[in-house]
């Protein structure tokens, strides 16, 4: 079988070429490195990857590479990449949003419609939910916070019209809050472990009651690969990681693993910011036979670890 990820150096990316390969796949991984955060991490991301005999990289942005060169053979696509961030997304920074995620999710979809392919696999989000009734379930009417939760809900759009008009046989993940190894710089556990283990400030935006759905990296991948092998299309389903605690107690938790307290101050919520995430994730168990599997401090202990190593 062969793949074709997207995104393949970012951080659920690169940890999906990891267990695809394990699993036997020829991987084709597209990345264009955009300056997010610094080129040496993504590239260490995709050390294992580098050295198999069964994955090819090309270095490259959507929008300029020949894409139906790229999904020639290809069985699977697992569509990773996106420009991130919810608060960098707003006034002018938006057209790199439409760019990296609205226009490079249809150039995907628009070759393949011409192709064999057995599942095009899109990484959506839970921003597209907003705030709204919790748990969110996918019939949930999509209200987003912010241009980013925006620009999801028009690529999961796209997707469907395009299983709906030309049978491309798509699925969309709604991934809610992944942590693990090899989580970018700019995301919360990410900064807090870091700025614990140097002895800095911790800034927490409102007043830390805000609740989330962590989700942990390993299985956001297996939810990943599920949804791809499963007959499962032209459906959106939720990934999470089936509990919902406040940010306040996922803090207590990581100074647990780190071992130290935390020196923290609390500011004003910035725009975007969702109050509440928690997914139901019953659709997953039933069309998928998703169960997520790693809880919070065991996956909170790879990712301590992780950074520790990064930060020699």
Known sequence: MRALVTGCAGFIGSHLVDE?????????????????????IKQKNLENAMNHKNFKFLEANILNADVDSLLKGVDY??????????????????????DNNILATQKLLEVSKNKKIKKFVFASSSSVYGDTEL???EDSY????SPYG???????????????????PVISLRYFTVYGERQRPD????????????????????????????????????ATILA??????????????????????????IQEVVGKDAKITYEESQKGDMR????????????????PKTRLKEGLEREVEWIKELMK
């Not at 697992?78 to 439409?98: D, L, N, T």
């Not at 999509?142 to 916070?145: D, G, R, V």
């Not at 499963?230 to 938790?253: D, M």
């Open 135 to 137: 748990p969110m379930k």
């Open 20 to 40: 695809l390969l394990r699993m036997g796949y020829e991987v084709i991984g597209i990345d264009c490195f955009t300056d997010y955060y610094p080129k040496w």
């Open 142 to 145: 999509p209200k987003p916070l």
């Open 77 to 98: 696509v697992f569509h990773e990449a996106a420009q991130p961030g919810v608060r960098k997304s707003w006034g002018q920074e938006f057209e790199i949003y439409v």
């Open 228 to 253: 791809a092998e499963s007959e499962v299309e032209g459906e959106i389903i939720n990934i999470g990681g089936g509990s919902r605690i406040t940010l306040k107690e996922a803090l207590e938790t």
């Open 276 to 291: 509440h995430t928690y997914a139901d994730i019953s659709k997953a168990r039933k069309l998928l036979g998703y169960k």
């Open 150 to 168: 925006a620009s999801k809900l028009a690529c999961e759009s796209l997707c469907y019209l395009y299983w709906r008009n030309y049978s491309v």
């Open 187 to 222: 995301m919360a556990f990410h900064k807090f472990i870091r700025a614990m283990l140097n002895d800095d400030q911790i800034v927490i935006y409102g007043d830390g009651e805000q609740t989330r759905d962590f989700t942990y990296v390993g299985d956001v991948v297996n």
